[in-house]
């Protein structure tokens, strides 16, 4: 029964279960965004170091989950105006080498 219940407890905080359920105050949800944001951020690192050289799938998939982001940011105006310059910054192709974009 203990194992149970640790594994129902353990299944409810994962990030997946956070994004899904609906009673999490504003600032529990910017919580969630962190620790998605974290996330993709550590999978592209642990990529990263797992391959020798780059890989143009990888690259494609990390530019479409970055612009579908700032998609969804734009949508629900989380950011002021911000996120349509980013998108076309993304979507306009590799940045000069003296650009630096914060996301």
């Known amino acids: 029964l203990g194992g149970l219940a640790g594994a129902r407890f353990h299944e409810r905080g994962t990030l997946e279960a956070m994004i899904d359920r609906e009673d999490l105050s504003a600032n529990e949800r910017v919580l969630v965004l962190q620790r998605a ?3 993709y951020v550590r999978a592209a690192h642990a990529y990263a170091d797992a391959v020798a050289e780059t890989d143009s ?3 494609e998939v990390a530019s ?3 612009i579908g982001a700032a998609q969804a940011v734009a949508r629900t ?3 002021g ?3 349509p310059r980013l998108t076309a910054v993304l979507a306009s192709g590799p940045a000069e080498p003296d650009s ?3 996301y």
């Open 77 to 79: 105006d989380l950011d």
């Open 57 to 59: 799938t990888a690259v």
């Open 64 to 66: 479409q989950v970055l």
């Open 100 to 102: 630096l974009i914060w």
């Open 81 to 83: 105006g911000l996120t």
């Open 37 to 39: 944001g974290s996330a």
